[in-house]
């Protein structure tokens, strides 16, 4: 069973370009997770999505971020007009449906994002 | 305001020494609280689970300790590794029975560096 996906893993972009980020939740996960990770920081929150469905976006920047979790393939994580501000760490977890009894939640490896 | 404060910031030990990570956080509703291992370039593994009613857990090596009354827990290692050179992350959960879901609070980690 592979674990949780994330591509790329390294993403470079100029100043006013788009970034999309992946992720393919784990075998039977429909809970997807997005986290930053600023250099020295801890991980933060920045949205909730199920299939089709942004349950909690209270984490996301008001401007240029957006997610969705379509019903066929990966969750994207897509940042418009970049800024030097948007480099760090992203994170995608996943977890099963609640109702199986754990909310334990898998990390992919993480797309680490430069803007130049 | 919900929050999660590890110490210390960083930690240098020998190889086969022991040591113990400290974690206070003010989250409230609480759910449960993990410890993850986040080694460089890497997104976080689960190390131990605790819900309120737990006073500790084990993991092999790592035995994580809970205090709820005064919102206190520790990871402590025993004879460390090489490997365990890593981020140590305390993790709140927060309890969101409405959206049935559990937002995670991060602690901003330790950074253990094993010697040999």
């Known amino acids: 069973n592979a674990g949780v996906m994330q591509n790329p893993r390294h993403l470079v972009r100029r100043r006013g370009q788009e970034a999309r980020l992946r992720c393919s939740p784990m075998k039977g996960h429909s809970h997807v997770y997005w986290y930053r990770q600023l250099p020295e920081e801890g991980l933060k929150f920045m949205v909730y999505?199920?299939?089709?469905?942004?349950?909690?976006e209270s984490g996301m920047p008001k401007e240029r971020f957006s997610a969705e979790f379509p019903k066929e393939g990966p969750s994207i994580l897509r940042i418009q007009q970049v800024v030097r501000g948007d480099s760090a760490a992203y994170f995608c977890?996943?977890?099963?449906?609640?109702?199986?009894?754990?909310?334990?939640?898998?990390f992919g490896p993480g797309t680490r994002l430069t803007v130049l | 305001k919900n929050q999660v404060e590890q110490s210390p910031q960083s930690l240098i030990i020998l190889e086969g020494k022991n040591c113990t990570l400290q974690c206070n956080y003010t989250v409230s509703p609480f759910s449960n609280l993990r410890w993850y291992k986040q080694d460089t370039g890497r997104g976080p593994v689960s190390l131990t689970i605790m819900t309120f009613s737990e006073n500790t857990k084990s993991n092999g090596r790592y035995t994580a300790t809970l205090d709820a009354d005064t919102k206190q827990s520790s990871l402590h290692i025993t004879a460390s590794q090489l490997s365990d050179s890593a981020s140590y992350i305390c993790v709140v959960s927060l309890s969101f029975w409405s959206g049935g879901y559990n937002k995670l609070i991060f602690g901003a980690g330790t950074r253990l560096a094993v010697h040999p």
């Open positions: 977890a996943s977890s099963p449906p609640i109702a199986t009894g754990t909310d334990t939640q898998y």
């Open positions: 999505l199920q299939k089709e469905n942004i349950i909690d």
